[in-house]
């Protein structure tokens, strides 16, 4: 089975801080994804990645950064964190985009992050 | 561009009763549909998908979903609900950019299932 992990799954910040959000999957998937979780607001994408060192913009990415240095490990980033920035964030992993069959993305259990 | 909209934020059925749970799509090409649920404090898990072929669609705990392409819709149904299918259930379709060389998921805004005993 295919294992999305997240490395924290509570975090308390305060404003102005730089947050470290860490996602690692284990299945030697290409693509790696960032969503964040709001009520009412469903999933938005916030970056992903297809490749080592490659990078997308998702529909919200103003203030967040990501790095993917190593395939497995895919890491968003808060440069200057704030208040509307707390919501849940979801880490989501995919084999391949050249392989139809496996649009389908895995997720890791979430980090619920409070900015105070 | 491709869009999903699922009816009903909240639905609520008895127990042992028939589960439908709506969604509706836009989409310009041949879409990849699919049905996650997640569970409170959980990432979501993939309960079934549509790709190709047969349009009817089984997936996991007695969950299917139909494919209709004159509808565009793909509504999740369950004969007979359990307390155990309490969860939030996303409604999902591809996305085809940059000529197929990246594909992202469009999910729909959810739907909360709440089962009464």
């Known amino acids: 089975d295919v294992k999305v992990t997240q490395s924290s799954r509570y975090l308390v910040k305060r404003t102005g801080e730089k947050v470290f959000l860490e996602c690692v999957q284990d299945m030697d998937h290409e693509n790696m994804f960032w969503y964040r979780q709001d009520p009412g607001l469903g999933l938005r994408l916030i970056y992903f990645s297809y490749d080592v060192k490659m990078k997308e913009k998702g529909d919200i990415p103003e203030g967040y950064s990501v790095s993917r240095e190593k395939k497995e490990r895919f890491s968003l980033i808060l440069e200057s964190a704030s208040t509307n920035q707390t919501s849940m964030y979801l880490c989501?992993?995919?084999?391949?985009?050249?392989?139809?069959?496996?649009?389908?993305?895995?997720f890791g259990p979430g980090t619920r992050l409070t900015v105070t | 561009a491709q869009s999903v909209t699922q009816l009903g934020s909240h639905v609520s059925v008895s127990e042992g009763a028939l589960v439908l749970l709506r969604c509706n799509y836009s989409?310009?090409?041949?879409?990849?549909l699919f049905w996650y649920v997640q569970y409170p404090n959980q990432g979501l898990q993939l309960l079934l998908k549509y790709t190709t072929g047969a349009t009817l669609v089984k997936g996991i705990n007695g969950f299917e979903a139909e494919f209709k392409k004159s509808e565009t819709s793909f509504h999740l149904t369950k004969p007979s609900a359990h307390m155990s299918d309490a969860a939030e259930y996303f409604c999902a379709v591809s996305s085809s950019n940059y000529g197929g060389a990246t594909n992202k998921l469009i999910f729909g805004t959810g739907t909360l299932l709440a089962v009464q005993p």
């Open positions: 989501a992993s995919s084999l391949s985009f050249r392989l139809p069959s496996s649009y389908e993305q895995y």
């Open positions: 989409s310009s090409v041949p879409p990849y």
